[in-house]
């Protein structure tokens, strides 16, 4: 059974960081590219960020110098580092992969930037 639990969400003022984290489980983490989206109110979700199996980073234009996407094989964990966080980086953000043709998801977590 695949599973991501995604932490670290909060409320953050305007030019601060946050870390998020997702912990992931029931796949051969290794072999599969993790990605985080975010989905703000009234919008669609949008891909952020993702990192393939071999390392191998992706970022959306507006977050390029900004956000940094990071794995840990040995503890099954995918990272979203982000940094000079905007007013509209607000949305909750998901950790995703995809296996077997499914896309898995996790429960998200909320991220707020404002003063």
């Known amino acids: 059974q695949v599973q991501l639990v995604e932490s670290g969400g909060g409320l953050v003022q305007p030019g601060g960081s946050l870390r998020l984290s997702c912990a992931t489980s029931g796949i051969n983490f290794q072999m599969y590219s993790l990605n985080w989206y975010r989905q703000a109110p009234g919008k669609e979700r949008e891909l952020v960020a993702r990192?393939?199996?071999?390392?191998?980073?992706n970022y959306a234009d507006s977050v390029k110098g900004r956000f940094t996407i990071s794995r840990d094989n040995a503890k099954n964990m995918v990272y979203l580092q982000m940094n000079s966080l905007k007013p509209e980086d607000t949305a909750v953000y998901y950790c995703?992969?995809?296996?077997?043709?499914?896309?898995?998801w996790g429960q998200g977590t909320q991220v707020t930037v404002s003063s």
């Open positions: 995703n992969t995809v296996v077997s043709d499914s896309s898995r």
């Open positions: 990192i393939a199996s071999g390392g191998t980073t």
